[in-house]
């Protein structure tokens, strides 16, 4: 049991075993630290052989977790192609629980275990099913495109799926599809606005809020240029739009590595989750990240002790009803079927420093 490990397990074996992870986390974990994660990420990896089970870890996630036992690294588009054609009997969801969801959603014969059933999403949880057929309503014709940070229930009512990484696009072909020149993009209001500022398509949005994301703010940034006029300012679309207008790129989780991997910019400011900063630091020796970063505190609820219960317990395991789990699946397997943009969503921040306003419902 989890509650077991101590340095003691801290053996030789373990050290050389483990040699290549220590160098990729030892900026960011201490050696004392890496002695108690050392142990625990050795008897995850030999569970996950001996179960058949795989690990799909979120770019939030801590960076013992992000470097030693996450099999798939990605944000959630990524997660969830990755579920898609994963052939393990066992998916552990390193991330929140919309995500292992949708895992379940795309997997229902395989079991999805989520370490800490509490880890939750303010966007997720700011919207129901009943929401988006009284929405239908009063829209009657509109298609619904939903954000994947939504529950399953919401998601079979949704006419597709989207995620940071393809909302643009989502959101075109549903007009094309529909032959209409309005579509609702729901629950994030942020979002919604970062999209409608890149496409003629007009936008109907919910008042959803990342409760990470909504506190960044333009000031941030200016303080930071002016202390750093050399710092490249990278900003997630879950941010106000003030804030995307401000920063010099924009895009999802897996698109800012990627940014930062290839252009190894001198110095960075990640306006997200702390985690990707302490992940992405790897890749990029010579980059020196900024603040301000803020916690998501549902992400943090995961750690490498409950992932290992999750293993050895078999627990918690994540089930959705087959009736809405079939609508669900519609909605994700369109998203997935949608050809992958060539290359990661790159905001056209000249276009987005004009206000557009979204319908608000
Ligand atoms: P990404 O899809 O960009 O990884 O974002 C997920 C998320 O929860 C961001 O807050
Ligand atoms: Fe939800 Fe925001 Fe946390 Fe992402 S960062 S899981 S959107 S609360």
Same mark, same amino acid.
């Given at each position: 049991m989890a509650d077991g490990f101590a340095r003691s397990d801290f053996t030789p074996k373990v050290e050389a075993e483990l040699a290549a992870t220590w160098d990729k986390v030892k900026g960011r974990v201490t050696p004392l630290e890496w002695q108690i994660h050392a142990p625990l990420i050795a008897r995850i990896n030999r569970l996950k052989r001996e179960k058949n089970a795989v690990i799909l870890a979120h770019n939030y996630?801590?960076?013992?977790?992000?470097?030693?036992?996450? #099999?798939?690294? *990605? #944000?959630?588009?990524? /997660?969830?192609?990755?579920?898609?054609?994963?052939d393990a009997k066992i998916i552990v969801q390193a991330g929140v629980h919309f995500m292992a969801e949708t895992s379940k959603v795309l997997c229902p #014969?395989?079991?999805? /275990?989520?370490? #800490?059933?509490? @880890? *939750? +999403?303010?966007?997720? !949880? !700011?919207?129901t099913g009943a929401d988006v057929r009284l929405i239908k309503q009063r829209y009657p014709g509109l298609p619904v495109v939903t954000y994947v940070n939504t529950t399953a229930d919401v998601k079979a009512e949704t006419d597709i799926c989207c995620t940071s990484a393809n909302a643009v696009q989502v959101v075109e072909w549903a007009a094309r599809e529909w032959g209409v020149d309005r579509v609702i993009l729901i629950p994030d209001e942020f979002l919604a606005r970062n999209v409608a500022a890149q496409t003629d398509i007009k936008i109907i949005a919910w008042q959803g809020r990342c409760e990470v994301h909504e506190r960044f703010n333009a000031q941030d940034i200016a303080d930071l240029r002016a202390a750093y006029p050399g710092a490249e300012v990278l900003a997630h679309p879950e941010c106000p739009e003030e804030v995307l207008a401000a920063s010099d790129f924009a895009g !999802?989780? @897996?698109a800012m590595i990627d940014y930062v991997v290839t252009r190894q910019p001198r110095q960075v400011v990640l306006l997200t989750e702390c985690s990707m900063a302490s992940n992405v630091a790897a890749d990029a020796p010579?980059?020196?990240?900024? *603040?301000? +970063?803020?916690? +998501?505190?549902?992400?943090?609820?995961?750690s490498l002790e409950?992932? /290992?219960?999750?293993? =050895?317990?078999?627990q918690? =395991?994540?089930t959705v009803d087959p009736a809405i789990a079939d609508r669900a699946r519609l909605a994700v397997q369109r998203m997935i079927d949608l050809p992958p943009p060539a290359t990661p969503a790159r905001y056209d921040l000249v276009k987005a420093r004009h206000h557009v306003d979204v319908e608000l419902i």
């Amino acid at each position: 049991m989890a509650d077991g490990f101590a340095r003691s397990d801290f053996t030789p074996k373990v050290e050389a075993e483990l040699a290549a992870t220590w160098d990729k986390v030892k900026g960011r974990v201490t050696p004392l630290e890496w002695q108690i994660h050392a142990p625990l990420i050795a008897r995850i990896n030999r569970l996950k052989r001996e179960k058949n089970a795989v690990i799909l870890a979120h770019n939030y996630m801590t960076p013992e977790i992000f470097h030693g036992v996450g #099999d798939y690294v *990605g #944000d959630s588009l990524g /997660l969830a192609r990755e579920a898609a054609r994963s052939d393990a009997k066992i998916i552990v969801q390193a991330g929140v629980h919309f995500m292992a969801e949708t895992s379940k959603v795309l997997c229902p #014969d395989k079991t999805v /275990l989520i370490p #800490d059933l509490r @880890a *939750g +999403c303010s966007l997720a !949880s !700011s919207i129901t099913g009943a929401d988006v057929r009284l929405i239908k309503q009063r829209y009657p014709g509109l298609p619904v495109v939903t954000y994947v940070n939504t529950t399953a229930d919401v998601k079979a009512e949704t006419d597709i799926c989207c995620t940071s990484a393809n909302a643009v696009q989502v959101v075109e072909w549903a007009a094309r599809e529909w032959g209409v020149d309005r579509v609702i993009l729901i629950p994030d209001e942020f979002l919604a606005r970062n999209v409608a500022a890149q496409t003629d398509i007009k936008i109907i949005a919910w008042q959803g809020r990342c409760e990470v994301h909504e506190r960044f703010n333009a000031q941030d940034i200016a303080d930071l240029r002016a202390a750093y006029p050399g710092a490249e300012v990278l900003a997630h679309p879950e941010c106000p739009e003030e804030v995307l207008a401000a920063s010099d790129f924009a895009g !999802s989780t @897996a698109a800012m590595i990627d940014y930062v991997v290839t252009r190894q910019p001198r110095q960075v400011v990640l306006l997200t989750e702390c985690s990707m900063a302490s992940n992405v630091a790897a890749d990029a020796p010579g980059t020196q990240f900024l *603040g301000p +970063c803020n916690l +998501c505190p549902h992400m943090k609820r995961i750690s490498l002790e409950n992932i /290992l219960e999750a293993l =050895e317990k078999e627990q918690y =395991e994540v089930t959705v009803d087959p009736a809405i789990a079939d609508r669900a699946r519609l909605a994700v397997q369109r998203m997935i079927d949608l050809p992958p943009p060539a290359t990661p969503a790159r905001y056209d921040l000249v276009k987005a420093r004009h206000h557009v306003d979204v319908e608000l419902i």
